[in-house]
């Protein structure tokens, strides 16, 4: 099966093979990718290697890379709401929380592309020993950035989005939608015993999950809901803090470390 690796800040992901397709998810700088199918107008079906997720993006977004570099883990992640770095020499600003597969923090080679980092990113691990002073600190990066329905960065994200992305630098792996996610972690019986990093989902009146945000505490919860903002919560739900009026219905609170 073919790898390749993202050379865009942030690469859309689209249900069909076309640039008006829906948008069901995006890709970061550095993410790997296996490519499932191919179609005209280079046009790929790509499974993404960090959540599985399946989506089609265009080659001018990848470079093929070999599969030692594809198993390769990542080593760094870039703290600056925007990084510099170089490609062949031509520069380009990566969004917060971009992932590096790197031997070290100043360059690395992907495919036909020299990659140099102008900012030097940080030791990433992978450990699922969360930090909660450093989940805070991360989401409270993308605060105020817009909703944006498939959106994964600083430039714009959805609510499953923002809580993987948040997840993903304490080393906590979560599946990439709402629904997807509350089938994670272990249930928290009542939101009085909810603690800073515990993710609450709410449902629609189906019955049907879809929206999820991290909890600051058993009162208040940051999530991305028209922008990424920080909200009173009860039993019933959330309240926004401008209006005043209930805007979600909680379902269940889940707990991951």
Not at 3 to 9: D, E, H
Not at 131 to 158: E, H, P, R
């Amino acid at each position: 099966m073919p790898y390749a690796i993202v050379i865009v800040p942030v690469a859309p992901l689209r249900a069909a093979a076309s640039h008006k397709s829906e948008m069901i998810s995006q890709l970061l700088w550095g993410a790997c990718v296996e490519i499932m199918e191919t179609a005209p107008g280079g046009w790929v079906q790509v499974k993404n290697q960090y959540d599985e997720y399946t989506g089609w993006a265009t080659m001018a977004h990848l470079e093929p890379i070999e599969e030692v570099l594809f198993r390769t883990p990542a080593t760094w992640y870039f703290p600056g709401w925007v990084n510099r770095v170089t490609m062949n020499g031509q520069p380009m600003q990566v969004p917060f929380g971009c992932l590096v597969k790197s031997p070290d923090n100043n360059a690395t080679q992907w495919g036909n592309i020299t990659v140099k980092f102008e900012d030097k990113p940080l030791p990433y691990t992978n450990t699922a020993v969360a930090d909660v002073t450093a989940l805070k600190q991360a989401a409270m990066q993308f605060l105020n950035t817009a909703y944006l329905w498939g959106g994964v960065s600083v430039f714009g994200i959805d609510c499953s989005g923002f809580t993987q992305n948040v997840f993903k630098l304490s080393g906590i792996p979560l599946w990439r939608d709402a629904y997807q996610q509350a089938t994670q972690g272990h249930l928290v019986d009542f939101l009085q015993e909810a603690r800073l990093g515990d993710l609450a989902f709410f449902d629609n009146e189906e019955g049907r999950i879809t929206h999820v945000g991290i909890l600051l505490n058993d009162h208040e919860i940051i999530h991305s809901s028209g922008k990424v903002r920080i909200d009173p919560i009860d039993n019933q739900g959330i309240i926004n803090a401008d209006t005043g009026l209930r805007t979600h219905q909680l379902r269940i609170i889940k707990r991951y470390f």
